[in-house]
């Protein structure tokens, strides 16, 4: 959680480096306060950034998970490893498939979500 906090922290802190700084002028030029300007012209130009990076985050979470549990660290890698242990290859694939599904649902709805925001 804190490694994938600071990745997607660090990730979108450059993203908010890069927004269009026009903006920001305009929309203080015209009185907006502090709180004004993040909510109309920060947060619209990194929702699409920030949307992609916490999906992704979230998959490599998901992946990363699996393979540390086959490592011995548990969770759904470790309930796969010990279903291969007892040649359950039934629940294993389940297990499998499981994952793969998980992981193809996260992509449909990431495309959908960054589709929608920009």
């Known amino acids: 959680m804190v490694y994938s906090l600071g990745f997607v922290g660090k ?11 026009g903006q920001v002028e305009a929309m203080k ?3 907006a306060g502090t709180i004004r300007v993040l909510m109309y012209t920060v947060l619209p130009q990194i929702m699409p950034r920030q949307v992609g990076l916490s999906i992704y985050q979230l998959d490599s ?28 290859y039934d629940f294993a694939l389940a297990i499998l498939l499981l994952i793969i599904a998980i992981i193809l649902v996260s992509e449909a ?8 925001v920009s």
């Open 11 to 21: 990730l979108l802190a450059e993203a908010i480096e890069e927004i269009d700084p």
């Open 29 to 31: 030029a015209t009185g």
């Open 61 to 88: 979470n998901l992946r990363a998970s699996a393979v540390v549990g086959v490592v011995g660290a548990g969770g759904i890698g470790g309930t796969l490893m010990n279903a291969f242990r007892r040649f359950d």
């Open 109 to 116: 709805v990431s495309g959908r979500l960054r589709s929608s």
